[in-house]
């Protein structure tokens, strides 16, 4: 298969809300020990929406091409 990735996503945060009601789960590094280690539920109560300092720029052009 090569390389691969997924996306988990939650809900959105006042910075992205106003482009999509949904965002991707943004681990600060103090967190990430917990999420390759720990259990499933310790994982799950990781995936918020982010409380820290973001910029987002919205671009007029796709990200993908459409098929």
């Known amino acids: 298969w090569g ?4 996306m988990v996503m939650t809900d959105a945060n006042a910075h992205v809300r106003p482009l999509h009601e949904r965002m991707p789960v943004i681990l600060p590094r103090h967190d ?12 799950f109560a990781l995936c918020r929406p982010y409380a820290g300092e973001m910029q987002v720029d919205r671009t007029d052009e796709p990200w993908v091409a459409r098929r």
């Not at 990430?32 to 994982?43: D, M, N, R, Y």
């Open 3 to 6: 390389a691969a990735y997924s």
């Open 32 to 43: 990430w020990q917990q999420w390759l280690h720990g259990t499933p539920a310790e994982a």
